[in-house]
């Protein structure tokens, strides 16, 4: 058995260094002999790791690549990373579009051309001021920039953690960048925004936070879907007038607390003045030790107002332009 993975290993880099020369039919002749020799990378210093279909791109060998994925063969290997960093930097571009047109590369990949900085291939041939080629890797494969794509995955994760509930998640990443309270998901529930996974969920405190604490926005709503808009109007009211009610108990609470505290103070402080009383001391004013909180008349709890929504319930809104994506409405 030892014996036979050394032959193998023996042959996949006899293979290797056929392929470095351009020898290609040895090196498909030896592949149709012995399958296992697919899997063997160059083991050399120069190009340690590479597999075949490595060695076909560097060359700009369509034919081979081709081959090499085609049956009986069947690589699908993607390039590495260093091989594509080679051609961009020589500026063969011609050949890397012709790789993307076989659907033979991914295009929004993430390359490390120096250290610590990171690009795709839009950010490269931007940064190498090559505009149609630029528009093209937009328009026909849909690149993006390594900061777009940073801010995909984000968003992406934004939604999943609205989806599944986990509301101080979105916060904290909402925090780092408010200006996503307004995306679009494009994963979990194609077309919404994020508050309606929070009125979907029916969560009150999430949905006022997002409006209230993040401004999101229901102008695009507005435009796109009237019914919608309205719905998310009328839950906003109600959740903010529930708000307010809450609040109100809530100090209300809080005084009487406070009242008590200071009426089972003063009782104390009484029982320890009767007991130190002799039978002919004067008896205390209880008028003067009374704190004026408790004789004071307390505010109306019916006055207090309601906070307003912002571009939510006036009929003179400015009409803004709509997305281009239709939102898909939540199964009731």
């Not at 990378?41 to 490595?54: E, I, Q, R």
């Not at 994925?69 to 290997?77: G, L, V």
């Not at 940073?150 to 916060?171: G, N, R, T």
């Not at 005084?255 to 009484?270: C, N, R, S, V």
Request: hydrophobic share 40%; proline share 4%; charged share 20%.
């Amino acid at each position: 058995m030892m014996q036979g993975s050394e032959m193998i290993a023996s042959l996949g880099r006899f293979a290797h260094t056929k392929a470095r020369e351009g020898q290609w039919a040895v090196v498909f002749d030896l592949i149709s002999k012995t399958p296992n020799l697919v899997y063997q990378t160059d083991s050399t210093p120069v190009a340690k790791g590479w597999s075949f279909v490595d060695h076909a791109v560097y060359q700009c060998r369509l034919d081979v690549v081709l081959a090499l994925r085609n049956p009986p063969y069947n690589i699908y290997q993607q390039p590495q990373s260093g091989v594509i960093l080679y051609h961009a930097h020589n500026q063969h571009w011609p050949w890397i579009l012709h790789l993307l047109k076989e659907n033979l590369l991914s295009v929004n990949v993430i390359y490390l051309p120096s250290a610590g900085k990171r690009a795709t291939l839009l950010d490269m041939v931007t940064q190498s001021n090559l505009k149609e080629i630029a528009n093209l890797l937009r328009s026909e494969y849909q690149a993006k920039t390594a900061g777009e794509l940073d801010e995909l995955a984000a968003s992406e994760q934004l939604f999943k953690a609205a989806k599944q509930k986990e509301w101080q998640v979105v916060y904290a990443m909402l925090d780092n960048q408010t200006a996503h309270v307004d995306s679009l998901d494009r994963w979990v529930n194609h077309g919404w925004v994020l508050v309606q996974h929070a009125y979907a969920q029916k969560n009150a405190e999430a949905f006022l936070k997002l409006i209230n604490q993040y401004g999101a926005s229901l102008d695009e709503i507005k435009n796109d879907d009237k019914l919608l808009h309205e719905a998310l109007v009328e839950f906003y009211e109600k959740c903010t007038h529930d708000e307010t009610e809450r609040l109100i108990a809530a100090r209300q609470k809080q005084a009487q607390a406070a009242e008590d505290l200071i009426l089972e103070q003063l009782t104390a402080q009484l029982d320890v003045t009767l007991n130190n009383l002799n039978d002919d001391d004067e008896l205390p004013s209880l008028e003067a030790s009374v704190p004026a909180l408790l004789i004071s008349p307390k505010p109306n709890a019916s006055a207090s107002t309601q906070a307003g929504i912002h571009l939510l319930n006036t009929e003179q809104d400015p009409i803004i332009p709509r997305k281009q994506e239709k939102r898909v409405p939540w199964d009731s």
